[in-house]
């Protein structure tokens, strides 16, 4: 049998970057519950300091109607939103994607930002969000 090359490893996230101005994924959390306004936390990956870019949400578990979230460094709506609240209309199958530019410019320091439904969907639905930045944390 011939060598089948360096060993590697396989992670989903997050992505080893050699350098910390790359976009990329800060956190995310699957299976939100869109029928019950509340927060949900969601750990950043690997960083001390982040500027949020965009909020990708999608595989929707049915065609969101009525949902609406928003994305804040803390729990409560508290801070300066990441997103303020987002209608997820154009989510309307599991391969949809809403995409969403962060509206806040604050650099964040925490180690959760907060995914926060404003408006249940009014039955049970569910869908994941992806929260996308910068890592401004300094390489040392």
Known sequence: MSNPGPASSQNSHPQGLASNQALRLIGSIQGVNLNLAGDNAVPILNSGRVSPAYVL??????????????????????????????????????????????????????TNVYVRVTTAQGAAATADVFVYGYDLTFLS
């Open 57 to 110: 949400v999608t595989n929707a578990s049915t065609s969101l109607t009525t949902a609406q979230l928003a994305v804040y460094p803390q729990p409560a709506a508290g801070g300066t939103a990441v997103i303020g609240a987002t209608a997820l209309t154009g989510a309307t199958t599991a391969a949809k994607v809403v995409n969403t530019a962060a509206t806040g410019t604050d650099a964040l320091t925490g």
